[in-house]
């Protein structure tokens, strides 16, 4: 099974990276944005590439379920063995605003879990990539999450509000913060061990983690819930209310901190 994980991880290594033609072209021009929502901007670019990576992947995988941000849901992907979960670009704020931080993220899911990932930064020419039981690399080299366990001093992506807010029972210790825009590339960067942590405690949608989870796991780290308990995907709605992701013994340390907590 190993195998078959690895060949849809080339699968969408391939895709990703043809995207990425796309999305720098889109970045170095001028791709059109709107808002499909408050404070939820899209582009141009976010559809062509949505529509570029439907079409490569499921011309591929004609049989494969498809859950994208920007493609209409329905319940067909519910009774597919396995289901393309798609980002065609997490951080399009970063896009708009042209920061380098944005990736397309594609993941493909078996079972509830992902088995195959790649995340792409077109602009850095990052290309994070697993399969379940195969391992983590960046560029083709092997990666692997910090051993690292205390949280004085650590390197954590997380907002500076989360951290500074008066409903922590205790303070945090002082951490060296970082920001990026993409969920998906804070995740990569604690998988390859630029960071030692992320985390979020307001709600992501299962294309912002999907790729990044099985990175995580196959760098030895952790990505689960604030409470510990498991991400599951392609579930009826595509949503987790929290994200933390980390080395294990790191893990374990931002879990005595947001495991009792009760998000509203």
Known sequence: MIHAHTIDRDLL???VREAGAIARAGFEG???SWEKSK???????????????RERLCAARADY?????ESADNTERLSKTRVFVVDPIDGTLAFIKRKPEFTICAAVIEGGVPVAAAIYNPLTEEMFAAARGGGATLNDAAIRV????ALEGCRMLVAQDVIKHPAWPTPW???DLGKRASIAYRMALVANGTYDAMMALSSKHEWDSAAGTLIVEEA???ATLHSGAKLAYNQPTPLHRSLICA????HAAILTRTGAIRLP
Do not use: C, I, Y
């Not at 910090?146 to 366990?149: D, F, I, L, Q």
């Not at 080395?247 to 790191?250: K, N």
């Open 13 to 15: 290594v391939t895709a």
């Open 30 to 32: 001028v791709s059109k």
């Open 39 to 53: 404070g939820n901007p899209v582009t141009e670019t976010d559809l062509a590439v949505d529509k570029f990576l």
């Open 65 to 69: 379920g498809w859950l994208s941000e």
């Open 146 to 149: 910090t051993e690292r366990a």
């Open 173 to 175: 210790p002082t951490m």
């Open 220 to 222: 030895g780290g952790l």
């Open 247 to 250: 080395g294990p013994a790191m």
